[in-house]
């Protein structure tokens, strides 16, 4: 008993605190439809009294509940805000600009989202000189639902039209200047019926006490009630019935299906859905509240691992056998075969040597695979000559070739040799220009000279001053004195390759020694 008044004492003390807005908190249902009197009649003008049947919270939030109100239209539509019954309180004042006449005042209720109810009845006031109207709402606090009142004012009655508002339900309102021409007082009460949906707070298996009472006071029949609503945002007619409440309220607090707000919750042990599917699940974090991937797993030690005893599939696949887990990039998320991805074979002596992750290099030469590595030895005894003839015997007018690892590999044809008259040349790989001529019947001019001078044209300019030429004398009359003819290099090679460059032998014999004019030299000439 002790423990029941404290609860009661508890819940009134909250009661006492509630915000007669809660009603508009988002988890709301919209009530519609219309309600009639024990006699069948529309219960016009009425008012609807929604009472939780205990302290009622709002899931996710520290929001109580307590009495919501709405009404009903003329027509005994359900709407948020009953019509006004009673007209406004006005008074005329003789301080503004207000100018001298007969003045028609109605005011109608609006909520927080602007919506209005009907207008109040008529209040016709005289103002027999400039001055001013204060307009105060009937006596009361006006409904709990209720914004502040809009006022509407005219210079023939039924002709009011919009002038200002209040922001309170018992604030007054002061027409202190001329008329304008505003909107004209609305025609329907749109202020919707909203009540906190019972699924939405807790304890769950909460209902209302509904009390329905017409515009006189009186309680109509049958009311109270007790009414329930399932389902936030849903609306309810309830001219297709009356969703009756039976009293089950349940301990402890269950996990909600639909919190305020999709606000958290906590349970406070072990979860099992008994072999049910978890699905739809946005994200699961794992030492962290805020998950930043489907799976989040931040924790330490044990708790940052994820543990699949029978493997785990990737896009559903298991992959190749034999493949490793890759990356893309983005994530590991491709099969890739270990053995090509991440292994290599080597070639000794024509045969394949399977490879391991770690070379090892041995003295002498040696080629071996044991766990984990594989042993390359290459053998040195002392000083030698390594001499390598993989580019065979090589062919005719052609040159070897050095494969940039320190061999030679199969020979490499030089440029075609080309003959002009009696000289030739031929360019090798690398650019060297070889080139040699004979010139027959030595000049006349030579005759009887211990020194002269013979004209060689290359066949093929030369690029470079560097030039290595050689000549010899041959003939009928030879002899030893010219024998000691040597040839020199006089000027530099036409090097624009648009001429062959000039060059110069220069006889050098004894004394009384000379080319009788009926010799032949041939010469020979190396450069770039």
């Known amino acids: 008993m002790r423990k029941l008044r404290f609860a009661g004492l508890v ?75 009673l007209g406004p309180r006005v008074t005329a004042q003789f301080t503004g600009t207000l100018t001298p006449g007969n003045y028609y005042v109605q005011f109608t209720w609006y909520d927080q989202f602007g919506n209005q109810t009907l207008p109040s009845p008529e209040v016709a006031v005289q103002l027999t000189s400039t001055g001013e109207l204060q307009i105060l709402p009937p006596v009361g606090t006006g409904p709990p639902q209720a914004t502040g009142m809009n006022v509407y004012i005219g210079t023939a009655s039924g002709m009011e039209t919009y002038q200002g508002q209040t922001t309170s339900t018992t604030a007054q309102f002061t027409q202190a200047v001329p008329l ?115 799976v989040d797993v931040e924790g330490t030690g044990l708790d940052a691992l994820i543990n699949a005893a029978g493997g785990y599939l990737v896009n559903g696949t298991a992959g190749p056998s034999g493949d490793c887990l890759g990356s893309d990039g983005t994530a590991y998320d491709k099969p890739i075969a270990c053995s090509s991805q991440f292994y290599q074979t080597i070639q000794f002596n024509g045969a394949s040597v399977a490879q391991a992750p770690i070379i090892n290099f041995l003295t002498p030469l040696t080629v071996t695979s044991v766990t984990g590595k594989t042993n390359i030895g290459i053998a040195t005894t002392g000083s030698e000559t390594e001499v390598v003839t993989a ?31 009696t000289s030739c040349y031929q360019i090798g790989p690398d650019g060297t220009i070889t080139e040699g001529g004979t010139i027959a019947d030595v000049s006349s001019g030579c005759a009887g ?26 003939g009928l009359n030879v002899s030893a004195d010219e024998s000691n003819f040597t040839c020199g290099v006089n000027g530099a090679p036409n090097i624009s390759g648009v001429t062959f460059g000039m060059a110069a032998m220069t006889y050098i014999g004894g004394a009384g020694s000379n080319l009788t004019g009926n010799e032949v030299i041939h010469w020979t000439a190396v450069g770039k």
Not at 12 to 32: D, E, F, M, R
Not at 259 to 265: F, K, S, T
Not at 453 to 466: E, I, Q, Y
């Open 391 to 421: 580019a065979g015997a090589g062919s005719v007018g052609a040159y070897a070739v050095w494969d940039g690892f320190g061999g030679i590999t199969a020979s490499a044809p030089v440029t075609s040799r080309t003959c002009s008259g």
């Open 180 to 294: 304008v021409t505003g909107a004209a007082v609305p025609t329907q009460n749109l202020t919707p019926c909203r009540v906190i949906a019972n699924d939405s707070g807790f304890p769950t298996g909460t209902g209302y006490t509904v009390s329905l009472v017409d515009a006189s006071g009186n309680t109509l029949f049958s009311y109270p009630e007790m009414w329930q609503f399932y389902g936030a945002g849903s609306t309810y007619n309830l001219s297709q019935g009356i969703p009756y409440y039976h009293g089950q309220v349940t301990y402890p607090i269950p996990v909600l299906t639909i919190p305020y707000n999709h606000n958290p919750q906590s349970i406070s042990g072990p979860l099992s859905l008994s072999g049910y599917n978890l699905y739809n699940v946005g994200a699961i974090g794992v030492g962290t509240a805020l998950p930043a991937w489907g």
């Open 449 to 474: 000279n211990d020194r002269c001078t013979v004209a060689v044209t290359f066949p093929h300019a030369f690029t470079s001053s560097a030039i290595v030429m050689t000549c010899m004398v041959a």
């Open 11 to 85: 819940a009134g003390l909250v009661l006492a605190s509630l915000q007669c807005g809660a009603q508009y908190v988002p988890p709301y249902v919209i009530l519609q439809g219309s309600l009639s009197s024990a006699s069948g009649l529309p219960a016009k003008n009425a008012t609807l009294t929604f009472t939780p049947s205990q302290v009622f919270f709002v899931a996710g939030t520290s929001l109580v509940v307590s009495s919501a109100q709405c009404g009903t239209d003329t027509n005994g539509s359900v709407v948020g805000i009953g019509n006004p019954v």
